[in-house]
């Protein structure tokens, strides 16, 4: 399949300047200096048009702001990202402007992502009249017909957010997404704030717009019992890094990275009875100062003295597969 979206060797590090005090601080002889967080870390994917990519990790993994690089909120601080065979990310407000409207995001808290002095009409037709998808006298009309394909009552676009539930308010996010008509979505845990009979409603109904609209999605997400659910191929990230990309199914019935495997461990099954469920030992690693070589090396009961020196590099292990392990090395 052909790619619809690339990402190759992309950085992202946000940087905490020293203040006034601290600059005087570190000329007097002060340890001071700035902070380097790496949410990011040399990592590279791709997309297939049609496909759904899960992007799983722990809280503070990277994955949110990969995916806020792909919508084009966060500007790479090294690497290349494509849409369409075209470079995106670096690119001047206007090109970007038209390249970016075809990727939206759906965030992850339906209340703090939509203004609540807006009606929903506003919410949701703003940004097609401005694009001039729609005439500002059919907007009206044009948010109704997208407020029912997100199974929203079209009577109610004059309500303000907070006159919604937590699953409606979800639906008032896709629907904006999709008012531009975009080709890919970036969902970003996108159903972890609902409860769990909305999180199942909030699942069919991606995978119904999937069939409707031919899109393609990012779900990103730290459960892999949903994403096991709506995804065709899953990437595991750790601290910043990739460390296992593969199809949905064989990641499941084989895992092969450490890591991966101690995700699968916390999975709840109804097939599997009496297994005392632990979390996975130590804690992860500050990415203002990740461990040397295997980031995971802390947390690995396989870790060898090169896995705390090496960095392991993603290599093909099975057609399709990818992992980034020593322990795969046979030589």
Do not use: W
């Not at 990592?43 to 690089?69: F, H, N, P, Q, W």
């Not at 044009?142 to 394909?149: A, D, G, P, Q, T």
Request: net charge negative.
């Amino acid at each position: 399949m052909t790619a619809m979206l690339e990402i190759k060797g992309v950085h992202k590090d946000f940087v905490k300047r020293l203040d006034m005090a601290a600059k005087i601080a570190a000329r007097l002889g002060a340890d001071v200096k700035e902070e380097v967080v790496h949410a990011v870390d040399n990592v590279t994917m791709d997309v297939a048009k049609g496909e759904v990519v899960g992007l799983v990790g722990e809280s503070g993994c990277g994955k949110s702001t990969l995916g806020r690089m792909v919508a084009g909120i966060l500007e790479p601080t090294a690497g290349e990202i494509f849409y369409q065979g075209k470079k995106v990310a670096g690119q001047g407000e206007s090109e970007k402007s038209q390249a970016m409207l075809a990727i939206q995001m759906i965030f992850q808290d339906p209340f703090a992502s939509l203004n609540p002095r807006m009606r929903v009409e506003d919410i949701v037709g703003e940004a097609p009249v401005v694009h001039k998808i729609v005439a500002q006298k059919d907007m009206a009309d044009y948010v109704r017909e997208v407020m029912l394909r997100v199974g929203l009552d079209p009577e109610y676009i004059r309500r303000y957010p907070h006159q919604f539930s937590g699953g409606q308010r979800q639906r008032i996010g896709i629907a904006r997404a999709l008012a531009v008509k975009p080709d890919f979505l970036v969902c970003d845990e996108a159903i972890a704030a609902l409860d769990v009979s909305i999180q199942a409603q909030v699942i069919n109904l991606f995978m119904d717009l999937r069939e409707d609209l031919d899109l393609t999605y990012l779900f990103i997400s730290h459960d892999l019992s949903v994403v096991e659910h709506i995804s065709d191929r899953i990437v595991i990230m750790y601290l910043g890094r990739v460390v296992e990309v593969a199809p949905t199914d064989k990641l499941f019935d084989q895992p092969n990275h450490p890591y991966t495997v101690a995700l699968l461990k916390e999975v709840p099954r109804l097939d599997i009875r009496g297994l005392d469920y632990s979390p996975i030992s130590g804690e992860i690693p500050s990415p203002l100062d990740p461990p040397p070589g295997c980031h995971f090396h802390p947390r690995c009961p396989h870790a060898t003295e090169r896995c705390r020196t090496e960095q392991p590099k993603l290599r093909e292990i099975a057609p399709g597969r990818v992992s980034a392990c020593h322990l795969n090395d046979t030589t």
